[in-house]
Every structure is written in structure tokens, then in C-alpha cells.
């Protein structure tokens, strides 16, 4: 059973860059068809998708985060990763990667909570 | 504000059936049978009950079952336990925003 494991920094400055990585077990990032996606959610609220990538490099975003997010991914490594930019408290959430297909969402790591604070 | 409109809370006895409605749009239910449900139990990740309005995953009771009318879906959860006491999502497909979510459902087993 495919399994994602978030990792980065628990605490991140405003205006810095949000930086998490996603790493794949049990499955290829090269083998599809899945999109490897982010989503988020705020302190007791819901859900938030935040953009998925393709094995390829193609890369898709939530409109209204466009211009802030960044998504990579590096199939030697078998993970792929997030950028946030210009972070305020608004993005203190826990944030998830996940295996999703072309419409719902397989399978998801457990989540990391990353606070905006100075 | 969600795209898709929940109601906040649902309660139903061990035993009964309950309905959550997933109300979106033109844009996302109305026009893709995309619909899918997700189930979030507290400080758990969510996980993948009903997709494409109607179908289970593998491992999923048949107690969990969808529909669609218009703009709306409806989640029906039927022969309540009290493992079905949590966080329900819905989410939809959309041409232009891509996966869009409800604002949730808390379901409480009385």
C-alpha cells in the first residue's frame, strides 16, 4: 500500500518561504496515471486544494493561490514538493500530500502542521 | 467561504440512516458526476469513501452510498455505527479551479 510522509519545518517566519516535501513508498511517482497533490487545512476548518503534479513536471494550482505556489518533483528521489511564498499567519495549516487520480483523492500522508509565526 | 455548501452537523441513532447534501454549482456537481466523500476521524488524515458520486473503494461498506440531482449531491450513510462518528467532506471536480471542497459535516452518533 502506497504510503506519503510530509517533511519540513514545523515553523516558518512570515514572508519566508514554506518549504515541505512529500517522499513516496511503496509506489513510483514515475508510474501513473496519479497526480501528486497538496492539499491543506486550517486550524478546525476544511480542506483546501492547493495544486497537483504530474511525473512529467506539469504542474497545476489552485487560482487563488497562483503566483505563490510552487510545486516540483524528483522522480529520483521518489518525491515531490511544495512552495509557499510570502507566508502570512492565513497559511498556518497542516498541510497533506496525497495520491490523487483525475477526480478524487487515493491516498494521503499524515499530514504536518507548519505555524506562521515570528 | 467553501464552494460547496454542507450542513455544519448531522446526527443520527446507531441503527438509522442519514444524508448529507453537497450543494454546489453549474460550474463543478452540476455538470461533472465528479463528486467524491471524504471521511475524517480527529487528528486523522481524511480517506476516500464514495467516488464519482457512486462508487465505494475498495474496503468500504456498502452502507456508504451516493446520488446526485442538479446542483447537488446527497451522501447517504445508512445502518449508523459509531466508527461513522466523524468529519465528512465532499469535494467536486471543476473545469477551471480544479478539486473543490464543503466546508464539512460534523456526523455524531447519538
Not at chain 2, 443520527?12 to 458526476?33: F, K
Not at chain 2, 447537488?72 to 465528512?88: H, K, M
Request: neutral net charge; aromatic residues 10%; charged residues 10%.
Amino acid at each position: 500500500q502506497v504510503q506519503l510522509v510530509e517533511s519540513g519545518p514545523g515553523l516558518v517566519e512570515p514572508s519566508q518561504t514554506l518549504s515541505l516535501t512529500c517522499t513516496v513508498s511503496n509506489a513510483s511517482i514515475n508510474r501513473g496515471p496519479y497526480y501528486w497533490s497538496w492539499i491543506r487545512q486550517h486550524p478546525g476548518k476544511g480542506l483546501e486544494w492547493l495544486g497537483y503534479i504530474y511525473a512529467s513536471g506539469n504542474a497545476y494550482y489552485n487560482p487563488s493561490l497562483r503566483g505563490r505556489l510552487s510545486l516540483s518533483v524528483d522522480t529520483s528521489k521518489n518525491q515531490f514538493s511544495l512552495k509557499v511564498t510570502s507566508v502570512t499567519a492565513a497559511d498556518t495549516a497542516i498541510y497533506f500530500c496525497a495520491r490523487a487520480g483525475d477526480t478524487q483523492i487515493w491516498s494521503w500522508g499524515q499530514g504536518n502542521l507548519v505555524t506562521v509565526s515570528s | 467561504q467553501s464552494a460547496l455548501t454542507q450542513p455544519a452537523s448531522v446526527s443520527g441513532s446507531p441503527g438509522q440512516s442519514i444524508t448529507i447534501s453537497c450543494a454546489g454549482s453549474s460550474s463543478d456537481i452540476g455538470t461533472y458526476n465528479y463528486v467524491s466523500l471524504y471521511q475524517q476521524h480527529p487528528d486523522k488524515a481524511p480517506k476516500l469513501i464514495l467516488y464519482e458520486v457512486t462508487n465505494r473503494p475498495s474496503g468500504i461498506s456498502p452502507r456508504f452510498s451516493g446520488s446526485k440531482s442538479g446542483n447537488t449531491a446527497s451522501l447517504t450513510i445508512s445502518g449508523l455505527q459509531a466508527e461513522d462518528e466523524a468529519d465528512y467532506y465532499c469535494s467536486s471536480y471543476t473545469y477551471n479551479d480544479g478539486m473543490v471542497f464543503g466546508g464539512g459535516t460534523k456526523l455524531t452518533v447519538l
